[in-house]
Structures are given as structure tokens and as C-alpha cells.
């Protein structure tokens, strides 16, 4: 927008110099050569008025006039006299001009050229004999002619500074025009700027941006309204997250309960479909209590109650691994970790949420993995960040799986016959985020899923 602010700010006023400049440029092109023109002529009509005198004293001295003006300019002085008279002066050609100069008494002004002139300007004027009776009028019969070709060099210098003066000048006025232009653009678009920055924090789930109430009265009330909506919607959430986190809370208890009364039915029934309706039953109370603690721990990384602070990977990866190798023993699934994953590699993660991303990917992982598989976790330093990535031997992911992989409630095809809560995923990405990292999903070198997650690597001095 500022761009083209300043482009239509530029144009006007360069159309505005466009009918003030041109239009004065084109006039003093008319006035020299109409000066020019008018000069040449005068003195060519001089000459014209001492040949007709036709006397022995005006032909010497038109004969020194025109030599003089020859020699001293890089212009001509041609005579046509039917009299002898200054012999020593050339004549010119036969030509329209003369002809209508010594049979029509008209005098001819030749630019050389229709587009403003040539290299010379030629003017011939008609010399009309001189009578004594008549006061020294030149009202007499043509006697001859008098051309003057004049070099029109000088005439185009004076063009170009007319022109160039004019062109530089509208560059320099149109650069300052630019310089105004953009700062002015700036100024009237900053609210606008303000505003997008705000939508901008929006679409990244920063719900606690507002805009300043700055500019013309229409941003201003377009400020406070979004704002006001802002504020509405703030709170919304809010309050949504406060009653995801306390049922997800309260629901916790019953649910441990519920498990508890099963397990005893089941140690206490000899009957084994009795005893296989209760397994099924156990295992829909842990998949319900999996997805309480899913909405629980996404509840409250929406909150954003906990700061990122510097964290050793190494020792979180060897915790959570030593954790999950157990599980991963039973189905003879190996885990290796490889990379350099020492203690001095810090990242920046809030307390908590690197142990629950580790616990949702290892767990997918495992759940995709066929028995005897591998699955190996990756670590790599790359400047300022550290990349973690996860390999599994599942079944992979399509696009159009990827695609959708992050979304809540969204669940996978696992191949134990386990069912994961569908907001594994989700509460990777959304504690990943909060930490300032990215998650993405890649195709596993051979077979298989890659969950590669990138942190923000951090020093002692962070701390």
C-alpha cells in the first residue's frame, strides 16, 4: 500500500510538472526561434537596403559587411544582384526561395527542417532599388537578393540548456517528491500497520494482542472495535480454558475410581466373559482417563502459565527413554538414541514440556511400530537451533494424513490395536510452539514416520 501511495503521489506530481514545465519550455523554444529569425532577417534586410542603393559606395560597403560577417561568424552572406555590385560576395543557387524573392518581393524563412530546425537557417529577403526622390525608401523595382545561411549550433546549445534545466530540475523536484511521498505513506499507513501486526499475533494465537487507538477517526474506531472484540474473545477463551482444565480436573478422580472397581470385579469373576466384558470395559476407563489428561495438559499450554527457560536434552532424552524402553522391551522394539545429545546441549523449554512432547511421540511411535521394530531418536546442533527427530518403522503417513495429523481428535491407524485420545499431536505441536520451535512430519528414510521437532538452542548464560 505504501508503495503505491507514493507511486500515485509521484505521478501527480509529475504531471504537475508536466503543464507547468513543458508547456513554458516549448514557449521560449518559440521565442528564440522567433528572435533568431527576426535578427537574421533584420540584417539581412541591411544588406538588402545597400544594394538597392545600387551606388558605388553602398556596394563596397555591402561587399565589406558581408565579408566581415563571414569571416567572424561560422554563418554565409550570398548576393544576387542584377547590377554588378559587391562581386567579390558569392551568389546562391537558383532556387523556390529566390525565384519568390526576385519575381514576388516576398521574403523566405527556411528552418531546414520541421521538427524545430536544421543545421542552418536560411533567409532571403528581396533588395528593392533605392530612389533619392523618394526619401532613401527602398520602394523601387527588385534589383536582387540577399541570403544569409546562419548556423544554427549555437541555437541548439541554447535548446538543450532550456530542456536539460527543466529535466534535471523535475528529477531532483520528483526524488524530493519520492522522500516526501514515502514518509507521508508511512505516517497515514502506520495505523494500518499497527492493526495487521495485531491480526498477525491473532492468527499466531497471541489472543493478548491489541492495536493502539492512533491515526484518522476511521482507524481509531476500527482500532477500538477490534479491540473490544479482541478483549470479548480473550475472555471467551479464557473462561473455555478455565472449564476444559477444572472438568478435565474433576473428571480425573472418577475415572481413577472407576478403573479401581474394575480391576477388583475382574480379580473377583471366574467367568470369562464376564471377565472379557470387563477388560474391554477397563480399557475404554484408560483410554477416557488418556484423554482427560491429553485435554489437561493442553488446557493448560494454551494458558501459557510457564515460562521457557535453558534445559540439558540429554538428560531429559536418557529420563524419558529409560521410561519407555520397558514397554518397547515387551514387544521386542528397540530404542537408540544417536547424535550429539551431551549434557552441555541446552534448549529452551518450559519446565514439563519437553518430557510430555518425548512421551506423545515415543508413544505414537511405539504404537505404530510392528513387533521386533526399531525406533531410533536423532539429535542435531544447527546454530541457533537444535533439531530432535523421531524415526519409526510404521506404516507412514500420506499427505493428505500429514495434513490433517496435527488436528484435535484426528487419530491415526496404529498397528497393536491400541487407540490413542487424537490430541497426542496436538498437544506436541501447541507445547512446541509455546517454546518458540516448530513440529513437522517427514517421511522416515526407508519406512516409516520422522516427527522432526525443532527447539531453540540455549547457553548457561540464558539462565
Given at each position: 500500500m505504501i508503495r503505491q501511495l507514493v507511486r500515485s503521489y509521484v505521478l501527480l506530481v509529475a504531471v504537475a510538472i508536466a503543464l507547468f514545465t513543458v508547456p513554458v519550455a516549448f514557449?521560449?523554444?518559440?521565442?528564440?526561434?522567433?528572435?533568431?529569425?527576426l535578427s537574421v532577417e533584420r540584417e539581412a534586410n541591411t544588406m538588402a537596403l545597400l544594394l538597392g542603393t545600387g551606388n558605388e559606395a553602398s556596394c563596397q560597403g555591402l561587399e565589406e559587411v558581408a565579408t566581415a560577417y563571414s569571416e567572424r561568424s561560422p554563418d554565409d552572406v550570398q548576393v544576387f544582384s542584377n547590377e554588378p555590385c559587391a562581386g567579390k560576395v558569392p551568389q546562391p543557387d537558383r532556387d523556390a526561395a529566390l525565384t519568390k524573392a526576385l519575381e514576388e518581393g516576398d521574403s523566405t524563412t527556411d528552418w531546414g527542417s520541421n521538427f524545430i530546425w536544421g543545421p542552418k537557417l536560411m533567409v532571403t529577403v528581396p533588395a528593392h532599388a533605392v530612389s533619392a526622390d523618394d526619401g532613401g525608401k527602398a520602394e523601387g523595382p527588385v534589383v536582387g537578393a540577399v541570403r544569409i545561411e546562419y548556423s544554427t549550433e549555437d541555437l541548439t546549445k541554447r535548446l538543450w540548456n532550456i530542456w536539460g534545466f527543466r529535466a534535471i530540475l523535475a528529477?531532483?523536484?520528483?526524488?524530493?517528491?519520492?522522500?516526501?511521498?514515502?514518509?507521508?505513506?508511512?505516517?497515514?499507513?502506520?495505523?494500518?500497520?499497527?492493526?495487521?501486526?495485531?491480526?498477525?499475533?491473532?492468527?499466531?494465537g497471541d489472543l493478548t494482542a491489541r492495536s493502539p487507538v492512533t491515526g484518522p477517526q476511521e482507524t481509531q474506531t476500527l482500532a477500538r472495535t477490534l479491540n473490544q472484540g479482541a478483549e470479548r474473545l480473550d475472555t471467551l477463551m479464557s473462561a473455555q480454558r478455565i472449564f476444559v482444565a477444572d472438568a478435565s480436573h474433576?473428571?480425573?478422580?472418577?475415572?481413577?475410581?472407576?478403573?479401581?472397581?474394575?480391576?477388583?470385579?475382574?480379580?473377583?469373576?471366574?467367568?470369562?466373559?464376564?471377565?472379557e466384558d470387563v477388560e474391554q470395559a477397563t480399557a475404554e476407563v484408560v483410554r477416557?482417563?488418556?484423554?482427560?489428561?491429553?485435554?489437561?495438559?493442553?488446557?493448560?499450554?494454551?494458558?501459557?502459565?510457564?515460562a521457557a527457560e535453558p534445559l540439558p536434552l540429554g538428560d531429559v532424552l536418557e529420563e524419558r527413554l529409560a521410561v519407555w524402553r520397558p514397554a518397547a522391551d515387551e514387544r521386542g522394539v528397540s530404542i537408540a538414541l544417536r547424535g550429539s545429545a551431551d549434557g552441555r546441549l541446552l534448549v529452551l523449554a518450559s519446565p514439563g514440556?519437553?518430557?510430555?512432547?518425548?512421551?506423545?511421540?515415543?508413544?505414537?511411535?511405539?504404537?505404530?511400530?510392528?513387533?521386533?521394530?526399531?525406533?531410533?531418536?536423532?539429535?542435531?546442533?544447527?546454530?541457533?537451533?537444535?533439531?530432535?527427530?523421531?524415526?519409526?518403522?510404521?506404516?507412514?503417513?500420506?499427505?493428505?494424513?500429514?495434513s490433517r495429523a496435527f488436528d484435535r481428535f484426528w487419530r491415526g491407524q496404529g498397528l497393536t490395536g491400541r487407540s490413542g485420545s487424537g490430541l497426542g499431536?496436538?498437544?506436541?505441536?501447541?507445547?512446541?510452539?509455546?517454546?518458540?520451535?516448530?513440529?513437522?512430519?517427514?517421511?522416515?528414510?526407508?519406512?516409516?514416520?520422522?516427527?522432526?521437532?525443532?527447539?531453540?538452542?540455549?547457553?548457561?548464560?540464558?539462565?
Open positions: 514557449t521560449l523554444t518559440h521565442q528564440l526561434r522567433d528572435d533568431t529569425a528529477v531532483l523536484v520528483l526524488a524530493v517528491a519520492a522522500v516526501i511521498g514515502t514518509v507521508a505513506a508511512r505516517r497515514l499507513t502506520r495505523p494500518l500497520r499497527q492493526l495487521n501486526d495485531m491480526a498477525s499475533k491473532f492468527s499466531d474433576q473428571l480425573r478422580t472418577p475415572l481413577t475410581a472407576l478403573r479401581l472397581s474394575l480391576d477388583n470385579i475382574a480379580d473377583g469373576v471366574d467367568d470369562e466373559f464376564v471377565k477416557m482417563s488418556r484423554l482427560v489428561n491429553d485435554l489437561l495438559v493442553l488446557a493448560r499450554a494454551e494458558a501459557k502459565v510457564t514440556h519437553l518430557d510430555q512432547v518425548l512421551d506423545n511421540v515415543l508413544s505414537n511411535a511405539l504404537e505404530v511400530s510392528p513387533d521386533g521394530a526399531a525406533i531410533t531418536v536423532k539429535v542435531e546442533s544447527k546454530g541457533d537451533q537444535v533439531v530432535l527427530k523421531v524415526l519409526d518403522q510404521g506404516p507412514g503417513m500420506s499427505e493428505a494424513e500429514k499431536l496436538a498437544v506436541v505441536r501447541q507445547l512446541v510452539t509455546d517454546d518458540g520451535g516448530t513440529v513437522a512430519l517427514e517421511d522416515a528414510p526407508r519406512r516409516g514416520l520422522c516427527v522432526a521437532i525443532s527447539l531453540r538452542a540455549a547457553s548457561k548464560s540464558d539462565g
